[in-house]
């Protein structure tokens, strides 16, 4: 069975910073390309990361772009975001979601999601 | 970037009826070598993650009930819930994943009550 478990989530002072795990189990971790999707309270769905499965290829959302990290470790089947310069507008609960499997680092759809951790930004 | 606007924001049906919830993408998604619409369709029900129901704007996900269908091409996209139970209560949302994985946006989002 897939799973991906999210944890590291917390309330952090506006300028701090958090590190957010993925843990995944079930499938061939090194195989898929995999994105974090993050879920303001009360709003829809924001693509902010996408890691592909060599760690060669990486995208941000503007939103985040410069302030964020993504980055994986294939012996530890996880999956990372480093978050730099936390602002309020940060808020939100933060998703592990893997893509389907369209490779060749194509846009792509999530087949699976974790859980979620929430990350609260203030004062 | 392309935007996908969701209609309506919110709608209750009866149980056993028909729910329809629609999604307009500001330019098409339809790839034209493989002839196939990079559109997918998520369930989120209150406090759990998102959860696919459709991909390529009409294949149903594994595990996903036979009365959730999705139909469309190129810009105008419909998810129908053909007779809708109490368990399909949640917010759902489209989204494209033509491009690159930073071109992906997402709906609105679509929130479907028991009247």
């Known amino acids: 069975e897939v799973q991906l478990v999210e944890s590291g989530g917390g309330l952090v002072q506006p300028g701090g910073s958090l590190r957010l795990s993925c843990a995944a189990s079930g499938f061939t971790f090194s195989s898929y390309n995999m994105n974090w999707v993050r879920q303001a309270p009360g709003k829809g769905l924001e693509w902010i990361s996408y890691?592909?499965?060599?760690?060669?290829?990486?995208y941000y959302a503007d939103s985040v772009k410069g302030r964020f990290t993504i980055s994986r470790d294939h012996a530890k089947n996880s999956l990372y975001l480093q978050m730099n310069s936390l602002r309020a507008d940060d808020t939100a609960v933060y998703y592990c979601?893997?893509?389907?499997?369209?490779?060749?680092?194509?846009?792509?759809?999530?087949?699976?999601w974790g859980q979620g951790t929430l990350v609260t930004v203030s004062s | 970037d392309i935007v996908m606007t969701q209609s309506p924001d919110s709608l209750a049906v009866s149980v056993g009826e028909r729910a329809t919830i629609n999604c307009k993408s500001s330019q098409s998604v339809l790839y034209s070598s493989n002839n196939k619409n990079y559109l997918a369709w998520y369930q989120q029900k209150p406090g759990q993650p998102p959860k696919l129901l459709i991909s390529w704007a009409s294949t149903r996900a594994s595990g996903a009930p036979d009365r959730f269908s999705g139909s469309g091409s190129g810009t105008d996209f419909t998810l129908t819930i053909s007779s809708l139970q109490a368990e399909d209560v949640a917010v759902y949302y489209c989204q494209h994943y033509y491009g690159t994985p930073q071109a992906i946006t997402f709906g609105q989002g679509t929130r479907l009550e028991i009247k």
């Open positions: 890691i592909n499965s060599g760690s060669s290829t990486i």
């Open positions: 979601a893997r893509d389907a499997g369209l490779g060749h680092d194509n846009g792509d759809y999530y087949d699976y």
